[in-house]
């Protein structure tokens, strides 16, 4: 599976952007999509997941209310929302493909970064 990534840019605080990621290759439905982010300094950390069979969602706790997590199944697409954004969530966003019990600790594709940056 190749991850194709796009959007993202420069934006200020309190703004919104969006990310989208199309897989090519087979997304099982046993799968789940979802995004992670790096910013300097830190670890690569989950952001959001979608189960590709159910269509449900996990955020980590930082971005709940903020975020939307969605996918477009016909065209192996994910998309992700990004409403009220604050500085800290400056980072390198990387689309992936995992286990849709726990795409954390269970990623088998990765897409390229994508920068987002929030200035203050």
């Known amino acids: 599976v190749q991850l194709q990534a796009s959007g993202g840019g420069l934006v200020q605080a309190g703004g919104s952007l969006g990310l989208s990621c199309r897989a090519f290759?087979?997304?099982?439905?046993?799968?789940?999509m979802g995004w992670f982010r790096q910013s300097p300094g830190k670890e690569r950390e989950f952001v959001a997941a979608v189960s590709w069979s159910t269509g449900s969602t996990d955020y980590t706790d930082s971005v709940k209310g903020r975020f939307t997590i969605s996918k477009d199944s016909t065209q192996n697409t994910v998309y992700l929302r990004m409403n009220n954004l604050k500085p800290e969530d400056t980072a390198l966003y990387y689309c992936a493909v995992g286990d849709r019990e726990n795409i954390r600790t269970r990623t088998f594709y990765w897409g390229p970064g994508t920068l987002v940056t929030v200035s203050s």
């Open positions: 290759g087979q997304i099982f439905r046993s799968y789940a």
